[in-house]
């Protein structure tokens, strides 16, 4: 295993973990039981590969944010049965005060679009998404937002 590969492994362990300020619920709660592959490549060099629940790509560091958003833009269109997000080094993330980057390198998660919307439909069932903010809410969920919605209704 890679010094970055244990850094990442070391992060998921970290996000993985209850935290009293999210009501007792981790950052990521499925996060330690998701079958997952890190691979360290360059930016323009991402596929997804079937049969993981989460790929971490580790990209090049020199990169500003921008313009990995816009790769991320990229293959959320290349691969629509996919969801890609950034994570990024230089740009700190919270959910109730909780930081959620891993600080250390610029990341791009993939991960199925169909598997990522069952876990979230059970996340909107539980209090998880009542510690984010609004807008952070729309950026990460985007099309799933609407679980939230229809979650609220049911109540």
Same mark, same amino acid.
């Given at each position: 295993?890679?010094?970055?590969?244990?850094?990442?492994?070391?992060?998921?362990?970290?996000?993985?973990?209850?935290?009293?300020?999210?009501?007792?619920?981790?950052?990521?709660?499925?996060?330690?039981?998701?079958?997952?592959?890190?691979?360290?490549?360059?930016?323009?060099?991402?596929?997804?590969?079937?049969?993981?629940?989460?790929?971490?790509?580790?990209?090049?560091?020199?990169?500003?944010?921008?313009?990995?958003? @816009?790769?991320? &833009?990229?293959?959320? =269109?290349?691969?629509? !049965?996919?969801?890609?997000? /950034? *994570?990024?080094?230089?740009?700190?993330?919270?959910?109730?005060?909780?930081?959620?980057?891993?600080?250390?390198?610029?990341?791009?998660?993939?991960?199925?679009?169909?598997?990522?919307? @069952?876990?979230? &439909?059970?996340?909107? =069932?539980?209090?998880? !998404?009542?510690?984010?903010? /609004? *807008?952070?809410?729309?950026?990460?969920?985007?099309?799933?937002?609407?679980?939230?919605?229809?979650?609220?209704?049911?109540?």
């Amino acid at each position: 295993m890679t010094e970055k590969e244990a850094y990442i492994h070391e992060w998921i362990r970290e996000v993985s973990k209850s935290k009293p300020e999210l009501g007792g619920l981790a950052i990521c709660p499925y996060a330690s039981s998701s079958k997952n592959l890190i691979v360290d490549t360059t930016i323009d060099n991402i596929v997804p590969e079937p049969g993981y629940d989460v790929i971490i790509f580790i990209i090049e560091s020199f990169w500003r944010p921008d313009h990995v958003m @816009k790769w991320v &833009k990229h293959y959320n =269109e290349k691969f629509p !049965y996919y969801k890609f997000f /950034e *994570d990024l080094s230089c740009r700190d993330t919270f959910i109730a005060g909780v930081k959620t980057n891993n600080e250390k390198y610029n990341l791009i998660l993939c991960q199925s679009k169909q598997k990522l919307s @069952k876990i979230r &439909k059970k996340l909107a =069932e539980t209090e998880y !998404y009542t510690f984010w903010t /609004e *807008d952070y809410l729309k950026e990460i969920l985007g099309d799933d937002y609407k679980l939230l919605e229809k979650s609220s209704e049911d109540e």
